[in-house]
RNA sequence: GGAGAGGUGGCAGAGUGGUUGAAUGUGGCGGUCUCGAAAACCGUUGUACGGGCAACUGUACCGAGGGUUCGAAUCCCUCCCUCUCCGCCA
């Protein structure tokens, strides 16, 4: 949410902003309601000063024993006005948070602006010397192998689920638990563990609702969501708290399964693990200091690329031009890895500094010093990472021609076995 | 799911219609005393919005939202949450 003041302030930016990032929100109203509401709380205030100080003088003539039957009815009127206005500003402060809720928050300084992934910056590459040249993707190396089953997953869920199987399923234990120990030895995070299940005001707080509704798991008996990834319930931790400002930056890590209905992207990079309603990953979440967020930003893409590093991955860094750049983020960079066998490029993470837009939607406050006013905090998450298409690259990578699957160096001490092959 | 109790300031805890933004305690901050500290004593100690260049000032906030009333922390309604007991259950 961007701040009201703001939005007055700078109209213009923030109309262009809204082109610039693919949204629709209809800013132009905002200043008419705003002159409204300001000029109702002028107005409602008289009068229930008016009433206040009455409300003394007819207290004191009961205690005096005196008769305040006359500034009881000349009250009367004043007490029915006050309700009509407080009614209208209600009404008017609502209608200003629902244009509000629905404006994107601004783009850093150095996002361009651009409609697509085509316009998004390239800022890095790495590990070109594991680029390798595979026959085969994913999906035949893993049905192989009998370590996912995709088929059972549909049979059992619908298309979007699988199961892992056998060494496939401690592969994917080994791959959360490395990059959990890996953030919490090396980067500082505290982990948390969080419920999967969230209620509708964490998700407005993270900025999912109002606009993401269709693409959540909504259980409506009971009015929760299935969290389309840890970032809600760990950010939404803090919810309404104000932070001490000597323990920031605050760094969490957690890991969760993240559940997305995907509406209406079928018919594109749908097969196998390419895009699925339900995947695993370890996601980080950053509480800073708003003059300390973008170097905090720089750090927490550092700590997603150590992992992939450490997995020996291909992999390149870019920068999401405006167009692509989520909803409620300022700035996002994507981690892709090189998938041999979709000769493509596959997101894995997504490290974003949403400055103070979740912070004052969730009310998640700090005080720069001792006695002075506290401020909206900056929120940042990164995923660190999503597994199912670093599995991918995985197969593909380090399949050999005999069809056995070499486990990542890394991952060994926590799979206990180092190959995959056929009859395992 | 059934029965009951309760939600007040950082925390604890008074307050059942009229100078109550809220007693009191405690914690925090500042000070006096002290070589220093403790104790004691004195002072101070919330947030949001509006107006004002500012000092300042107005309004609101006692779980949330409605209602009654000239006036609500206090009465009524709805909802949320916590706790206790019973039932069910991994």
């Excluded at 800022?123 to 040249?133: H, L, N, Q, T, V």
């Excluded at 291909?314 to 994507?334: E, I, K, N, P, Q």
Aim: negative net charge; contains cysteine; hydrophobic residues 35%.
């Amino acid at each position: 949410m961007l701040d009201l003041k703001f939005i007055r302030d700078n109209i213009d930016a923030v109309r262009l902003n809204i082109k610039n990032k693919n949204e629709s929100a209809d800013v132009d109203q905002i200043p008419q309601l705003d002159e409204k509401r300001r000029s109702i709380i002028q107005e409602v205030e008289k009068l229930k000063n008016l009433r206040n100080v009455v409300s003394k003088e007819i207290a004191q003539l009961k205690k005096d024993g005196q008769n305040a039957d006359d500034k009881i009815a000349s009250m009367k009127d004043v007490s029915d006005n006050i309700k009509r206005l407080d009614d209208e500003l209600r009404i008017t402060e609502e209608q200003i948070y629902q244009v509000q809720l629905y404006i994107p928050n601004m783009t850093g300084p150095d996002v361009v602006a651009g409609k697509s992934a085509a316009d998004n910056q390239i800022i890095r590459s790495w590990g070109d010397e594991y680029k390798k040249e595979v026959e085969r993707n994913h999906i035949d190396i893993a049905t192989d192998l009998a370590i996912i089953d995709f088929e059972r997953g549909a049979k059992v869920s619908g298309s979007g689920f699988a199961f892992y199987r056998g060494k496939g399923a401690k592969l994917e234990r080994a791959l959360i638990n490395f990059m959990l120990d890996y953030h919490l030895d090396n980067h500082g995070y505290t982990e948390l563990m969080s419920p999967y299940l969230v209620n509708e005001k964490s998700m407005y707080g993270t900025g999912q609702l109002p606009k993401m509704a269709e693409d959540m798991y909504h259980a409506q008996e009971d009015n929760v969501y299935l969290i389309p990834t840890a970032e809600v319930p760990i950010t939404n931790y803090h919810y309404d708290e104000m932070l001490p400002n000597e323990k920031l930056p605050i760094k969490y890590c957690g890991f969760s399964p993240c559940w997305r209905r995907e509406a209406g992207s079928y018919g594109k990079e749908v097969r196998g693990f390419l895009r699925v309603h339900q995947f695993n990953k370890v996601e980080m979440v950053n509480f800073s200091r708003p003059d300390k967020s973008w170097e905090q930003l720089e750090i927490l893409l550092s700590e997603a690329e150590d992992i992939v590093k450490a997995l020996k991955l291909h992999y390149r860094v870019l920068r999401l031009c405006s167009g692509d750049t989520s909803f409620a983020s300022s700035m996002t960079y994507d981690i892709e890895v090189w998938s041999p066998g979709e000769k493509n490029w596959l997101e894995v993470s997504s490290c974003s500094n949403f400055t103070d837009f979740q912070g004052r939607r969730a009310n998640i406050r700090f005080r720069p010093e001792p006695n002075a006013k506290p401020e909206f905090i900056h929120t940042l998450n990164g995923s660190g990472l999503a597994t199912s298409r670093i599995m991918v690259a995985m197969l593909e990578q380090y399949t050999d021609s005999d069809n056995c699957f070499h486990v990542p160096e890394a991952l060994r001490k926590y799979t206990g076995f180092e190959t995959i092959s056929k009859n395992d």
